[in-house]
T-cell receptor, first 113, second 116 residues
Framework: KQEVTQIPAALSVPEGENLVLNCSFT??????LQWFRQDPGKGLTSLLL?????REQTSGRLNASLDKSSGRSTLYIAASQPGDSATYLC????????????FGPGTRLSVLP | DGGITQSPKYLFRKEGQNVTLSCEQN?????MYWYRQDPGQGLRLIYY???????QKGDIAEGYSVSREKKESFPLTVTSAQKNPTAFYLC???????????????FGPGTRLTVL
């Protein structure tokens, strides 16, 4: 069964720092990997999606990489801002097990002004 | 304006009552999903449907039921058999894998259910 973990569970950084969030998965038979942002009491907002054949995707200050063979993805946030404070979740879509998405527990990020 | 709507935003249930959460999408997606989120935890899959008139149990289906009579709609009923239903419920949709493409998953704003 696919398991997804995220490290660290929580992170607090001063404004302006570059930071990296990590996502690991146990089964490399994935269709894609998606990074989300969740603000308190809200739904999930999609940030980046990486197909299994891709190595990375970029959107503005965000860059996500995927190493399928090692079961890892990283989300890089450049020049962090207080508005980046949220919980960040990664999810993998599987080829097996009903072709569903399996989510990590998330990393809670606080960017201090 | 395409997207996913969930209603109500807040729902209160008395012990022993069944309640139904609404989820509607106008993205023309084949697949729809229901997740449960508890404080400080990730999302757990309750039910999913890859096509109209078909749905499958997820990891925590006990005490819940769904229907998929229309492509746009995937309501979730929380029955009295669900022992601890207080949680945040999220509905999502995506294209099916057979459709190819990016298969990005989109989420609604969520329904917060509280048992009184």
């Amino acid at each position: 069964k696919q398991e997804v973990t995220q490290i660290p569970a929580a992170l607090s950084v001063p404004e302006g720092e570059n930071l990296v969030l990590n996502c690991s998965f146990t089964d490399s038979a994935i269709y894609n990997l998606q990074w989300f942002r969740q603000d308190p009491g809200k739904g999930l907002t999609s940030l980046l999606l990486i197909q299994s054949s891709q190595r990375e995707q970029t959107s503005g200050r965000l860059n996500a990489s995927l190493d399928k063979s090692s079961g890892r993805s990283t989300l890089y946030i450049a020049a962090s801002q207080p508005g980046d404070s949220a919980t960040y979740l990664c999810a993998v879509r599987q080829w097996n097990y009903g072709q569903n998405f399996v989510f990590g527990p998330g990393t809670r990020l606080s960017v201090l002004p | 304006d395409g997207g996913i709507t969930q209603s109500p935003k807040y729902l209160f249930r008395k012990e022993g009552q069944n309640v139904t959460l609404s989820c509607e999408q106008n993205l023309n997606h084949d697949a729809m999903y229901w997740y449960r989120q508890d404080p400080g935890q990730g999302l757990r899959l309750i039910y999913y449907s890859q096509i109209v008139n078909d749905f499958q149990k997820g990891d925590i289906a006990e005490g819940y039921s769904v229907s998929r009579e229309k492509k746009e709609s995937f309501p979730l009923t929380v029955t009295s058999a669900q022992k601890n239903p207080t949680a945040f419920y999220l509905c999502a949709s995506s294209m099916g894998l057979l459709a190819g493409g990016y298969n990005e998953q989109f989420f609604g704003p969520g329904t917060r259910l509280t048992v009184l």
